[in-house]
Every structure is written in C-alpha cells, then in structure tokens.
C-alpha cells in the first residue's frame, strides 16, 4: 500500500518532466527567434508604408500578433506547470525508509538496554493508553513498534545490519506513477481504465486519421485544392499572353468556394463601373460586352473585379462584407500564383521543357498584384519595355509624374536651378542616377516635397539589383557534347542600396506579409521552351550556407578534389552566401549537335523592373567516338568562340524581339518548337539588364 501511495504521489511529477521535457526548449527557441526577428528592421520604413498599418506595433496590433494559436497553447501549457509545481510543493512529503535506529533515536550499534529505554519513552509520548490521538496511535503501531521489534528479534537485527532491511537482502521494486485509482482494475475504476486505453489508443488516432485524410484528399502539401490544380492544368496554353493569366488564375476552387450574397450586387455594379477600363472590353461593342462579362459564372465575376480592385487601388469602395472576401483573397494569393508559376513550368513536351511564355505572365501578375499596378500600365510606352508600371510602384509617383520626367528639361529652364537636359525613360535610368541628380529632378521636375523625396529614395533603397553568374560543364570533360549529362552553375547574387540581404518589399497596398521570392528560368524564348526552372530565396541564410556548402563538397568529391581543396571551395561559397549570394544548381541532358541561344531569366515576384536577363550562347559537339572525344574537342574549340561572335548580333535582334513579347499582350499564337531538342547549356554567358 506504501508502494502504491508513493506511485500516486509521484504522477503529478511524472507529469510534469513530461511537459518540461518538449516545452522549456521550445520556448526557448521561440523567443530567440522572436529576438533575432526585431533586431534589424527589414520592411520598408517610407511614409506610405507606415500609414498602411501593417508594420504599426500598436498595442492591438501587438496582441493580435500574439494572439496566435500556437502561442495561446504555449501559454496555457506554461500556466498548467506552474499549477503542478504549486501543487507538487505543497501537497508532497517525504517518503521515509524504514529505519529501526533512527526511528527510535539511537545510533547504529546501540546496546539492547538503550533499545529498551528509547521504546519505553516513545511508548510513554505515542503508546494509544497515553495518547488518544489517531495519528499518535498509528505512528506507534507502524513505526515504533515494528522498530523495536526488529531491532530485539536477534535474526531481523542481523538482517538490518547486513543488508539495510530487518527481512533481509530486498530485490529491485518497480512502480508506475499512476493515481491508485486507474490501477484497481475492479469496479467503476476498471471501466475508466478501459474507457482511457480506447480513447487514446483507437479513438483519438482514428480521428487524427480521419481529419488528415479528408484534408489531403481536398489540399496538396502547399494548402492547394486539389481541384485548383486540375482547374490550372486545363486552362494553361504554350501562348497565354499576360492579360489572359488573370482569368486563368481567377479559376481556383478557393475563389469558388467564396459566397456570393445578394447584397453584393450593387457594390460590385459600381466596383465594376470603376475598373472597367481594365477588363479589356471591346469599347466598339461595350454593351454587349457588358452583357457577356456579367453572364459568367457570378464567383468568377467577383474574383476578377475584387483583384481589379486590388490592381487599381480601388478598395476603399468595398463594402465591409467584400472587404472580407477581398482580403481572403490577397492572402491566399501567393501561394496559388506559385502554383500556377509551376504549372507552367510543368514539362509538357517530349524532351521536358516547360512553357516560357505564361510562367513569366503569372510571375508579371504577381508583381502587379502585390504592388497594386494596373497591368494595362505595363504597354510599351516611350523607350520602356515595361510601361510605367514600374514608376507606379514607387510613392507619389503617378502617371503625370512619370510624364514629366519624361519630358526633355533643357539648360537652365528651371527656375534659379541649373540643370542638363534631362530625359528620363526608362526605370533603369531612374535607379542609375545619382542621389543628387535624382533629388533635384525629383523635386525641381515633378514637383514632389522634400519628404515625399525622401519616401523614394528609401524605396529605391530597398529594390534588389541582381547579378547572376552562370557556368555550364560536362563534369571530367573539357566540352559539351550531344548525350552528355551537363551541370548547370549558378550564382545569383542581390545588392541593395540599404545594404540589406533579406528583406520585404515595399507593399503599402497588399495587407499581407510578403516575402520575396525569385524564380531562375533557364530557356529558349525564340522556342518558348524552359529548360530547367527553380524557386529561388534570400530570406533564409542558413538554409542557403547548408545547401551550398553541400552541393559543393559533393561537385568536389565527384571531380577527385582534395580534401584542402574541397573545404577551400566550401568556404569560399559560404562567404559568398553570407554576402548576399545564393547557388543554383541543376543537372540535365545535352541536345542534339548544334547551336543553342538561351537566357537565363531570374525573375522576382514582389517588385516590378527589378527581373535580370542573362543571354547564354553554347555549341554542342557531335557526339565522337570512343578515345577520339579529346582531337574532336580540339579542332572545334576555335571555331566555337568565333561562332559566338558571330552570332553575336543575331541573337541580340531575336532578344529584341523578344522584348516586346514579354510586356505586350498579344493574341494567342502557335509554338514553335525545336524538334529532337534536349535540355543543354554551354560554356559562354553575356549579361545584360532587364530594361
């Protein structure tokens, strides 16, 4: 019974170890990561971005933040062991080992006359005749007694001085830290028992089984529906040109499932009224366009017009029920234009290419979504490929503004200020200037304060510039040839003027955090083929130390490197990561003997005029005979660099023409496509920026 009181006893501590053992480094955890996070500040700091609120650390906004469901757990699980502790403090007490001498206040070794005196006290203070009190009573019998009992039986003395037991040597005892009551198999106590082992044993992983399955037989791994990527996979065409992205992307299941009320009727009637001169209506046939875009499925309707209105800054005409529903639908957002972005870029023809031409829509559709740019502002306009898309997202900037600075400004035309002519058309040209040319033009031209100045610059501040470095080779072999397996080497490396790696973009109106993220597209865009295609982030340096500090010892082993040479190379890349780089690498099948014109396209979702363009010109070999692969590499090494100058120009007129098609919307045209063509790089890379 003593066993079982101990057991009873000790299971709010057993309870205890168990919930200190997962929750104290857990929080620990969390709060170093909760301090590593506020120690640099990585969103954008300008006026705009402020006034949106997203960053505001009010104290509603704090217990929002805080308010989560992991974090209520962590608190209530913390609120549970301080119970336990206070209960465990003072309701335990110490469990006595029965010791004769102590019990009866001898030391060991004591004389049976002193046995004798010490139990003729103790039964004077606790013997039942001369104390009346219960516990007295029981303390004589189980205590007092048994001691001196043991202590005068000749044999039980022997056996406590030898083995530390008046019964003798004692074998190992074992207990379960259980209340006493879920170990009586008999009565109601059996049924609680039984009841607790089905609960958690059956019941409860049944139920987790349940749950699991019905929700992955509705939601891929990135919380898709199922359903919407069915609904991507039919509508994505070779030639989707970018103004029809949108209207493929409106069709996820998650959109459908958003309720469409009577009382939205009139709010979207005037919300459309607002945006129409972006749903690319034919204004010779208005009415009857009118007609055929209300006609449409009504979920469809109000997921176009509700992203219209996030494209043209018009929410502040939703009605609180649509402001509901057009946040929902900002945030589920980016995880379905990822999906979209890689369906795409699913292989879809005989050598395993994806589609060039659409993936870099549903990127461009991003860009606008998340900086809330109309994508009619990205029609050619002047010397920009990309419109004015890229001026609207900077603060204050409006299409007037763009207008001005777009005029030639000759010498000394502006009041009291000396200037240059001035003509700036391009983004490029704007983020080229330097900080004194750009104030002055920015204040003295368009008109803008001092502070609104001082918005822009902390935006320009913060766009990435990228670099991107690529190296294609057979490993073991000095050329590319047909057949042959060729890595692809890739360093993307991003600069800021705020100095920042990691960082957010600068988003005023999209009510979400969102992370930047890049996609490295290696492709054919005469062919619209991609070749190989991978997700690319900066947010994250020790994943990117790992991962390359992996794939450069294992590219060093496989080339025979020593082991110096190999923790030189891996230290080099992680200095290179730790700057403000990140490798790319990829393995594919060399084509059919020929020339290939390729462009490495690292494209970024969250801004606008920030893409890189990198043109890759390679020869593969025919394919030698076995012991002839090296005099076949040296009699075409030559004429392989003269090929590349001699194309030179050629390919810069195809990547013209290229240009054009990546901005504008055009009618839907067929593909046309290499036949035989297997993915391949080669040995030259030419960078040129994304104008």
């Known amino acids: 019974m003593g066993a079982s009181e101990e057991n009873s006893a000790l299971f709010p501590i057993f309870v205890l170890t168990i919930m200190a053992l997962p929750l104290v480094p857990f929080t620990i955890v969390k709060i170093l990561n909760t301090f590593s996070k506020k120690a640099m500040t990585i969103h954008c700091q300008c006026s705009v971005c402020s006034r949106s609120g997203k960053y ?10 805080f308010s989560t469901c992991s974090n209520l757990t962590l608190v209530l699980l913390w609120v549970v062991m301080v119970v336990l502790i206070y209960y465990i403090k003072h309701t335990s007490h110490e469990f006595k080992v029965f ?36 516990e007295a009573h029981d303390y004589f019998v189980e205590y007092i007694s048994k001691a001196y009992q043991a202590l005068t039986d000749p044999v039980s003395r022997e056996n406590f001085e030898k083995y530390g037991h ?14 006493p009551f879920l170990l009586n198999i008999d009565g109601a106590s059996g049924g609680i028992l039984l009841l607790g082992i089905v609960g958690v044993c059956i019941l409860l992983p049944l139920v987790l089984a349940v749950i699991y399955l019905s929700r992955s037989a509705k939601y891929t791994g990135n919380y898709v529906m199922h359903q919407t990527l069915s609904a991507y996979y039919y509508f994505m065409k070779p030639s989707l040109a970018p103004s029809k992205v949108l209207g493929v992307f409106i069709k996820a299941a998650e959109f459908m499932e958003i309720p469409v009320r009577r009382s939205d009727g009139e709010p979207l009637q005037k919300l459309f009224m607002l945006v129409r001169s972006e749903l690319n209506l034919d204004l010779k046939n208005i009415r009857q366009e009118q007609a055929k875009f209300w006609k449409q499925h009504p979920a469809l309707v109000k997921a176009e017009l509700l992203i219209q209105a996030q494209l043209t800054r018009e929410s502040k005409a939703l009605t609180p029920a649509l402001l509901r ?4 639908m900002l945030e ?39 900086q809330a740019v109309p994508l009619s502002a990205r029609k050619v306009a002047g010397g920009s490929s990309e419109g004015v898309a890229p001026f609207l ?26 200037l240059d002519v001035v003509k700036v058309r391009t983004f490029q040209e704007l983020r080229d ?21 001082k918005d822009v610059e902390m935006v320009l501040e913060m766009m990435p510039s990228l670099t991107v470095d690529i190296t294609c080779e057979t490993e073991g072999e000095e050329g590319i040839q047909e057949g042959d397996v060729v890595t692809m080497h890739v360093w993307i490396t991003l600069k800021r003027g705020s100095g920042l790696v990691a960082a957010l ?26 070749w190989i295609s991978q997700k690319v982030s900066f947010m994250d340096e020790v994943v990117a130390i790992t991962a390359a500090s992996k794939a450069i010892q294992e590219l060093k082993e496989v080339s025979g490197a020593s082991l110096k040479e190999t923790n030189a190379s891996v230290r080099e890349a992680v200095e290179r990561v730790k700057s403000g780089s990140r490798l790319v690498m990829g393995k594919f099948q060399a084509p059919a003997e020929g020339n290939y014109n390729l462009t490495a396209f690292c494209l970024c979702d969250s801004w606008i005029g920030c893409d890189k363009k990198t043109n890759l010109k390679i020869k593969i070999l025919k394919r030698s005979r076995a012991g002839t692969r090296t005099g076949a590499l040296t009699e075409e090494g030559a004429g392989m660099e003269e090929g590349i100058e001699e194309e030179e120009q050629e390919e810069e007129d195809e990547y013209d023409d290229y240009e054009s098609e990546y901005s504008e919307d055009e009618e839907d045209e067929k593909d046309s496509k290499r036949n035989g063509v297997v993915p391949a790089v080669g040995a030259a890379a030419e960078s040129s920026d994304n104008e």
């Not at 505001?56 to 933040?65: E, P, W």
């Not at 008046?166 to 209340?179: E, K, S, Y």
């Not at 603060?395 to 009041?415: D, L, W």
Request: glycine share 6%.
């Open 56 to 65: 505001r650390k009010s104290i509603f906004k704090r217990i929002s933040n």
């Open 99 to 134: 010791e004769p001498f102590s019990i009866l206040g001898l030391e060991h070794g004591a004389s049976d006359s002193d046995i004798k005196k010490a139990y003729r006290r103790l039964s004077i203070q606790y013997h039942p005749d001369k104390n009346p009190d219960p």
């Open 166 to 179: 008046p019964d003798g040597r004692q074998g190992l005892q074992m207990g379960i830290a259980l209340p």
């Open 325 to 328: 529903d057009f946040r929902r």
């Open 332 to 370: 589920l957002s980016p995880r379905l234009l990822e999906e979209l972005v890689k369906m795409a870029l699913l292989p879809r023809t005989a050598q395993g290419h994806g589609w060039l031409r659409p993936a870099i829509g549903v990127v461009e559709l991003s860009q606008n979504i998340i």
């Open 393 to 418: 997202q900077l603060p204050h900037f409006s299409e007037a503004i763009v207008k001005k600075i777009a005029r030639k400004v000759g010498k000394c035309s502006i009041k009291d200020v000396c």
């Open 433 to 453: 200037m330097t900080l004194e040319d750009r104030v002055e033009l920015l204040t003295q031209v368009a008109g803008l304060s001092s502070t609104e100045t």
């Open 505 to 530: 973009p600068h988003a005023p109106y999209y009510p979400f955090f969102k992370e930047e993220s890049f996609w490295l597209l290696l492709a054919d865009p005469v062919s619209n083929d991609v």
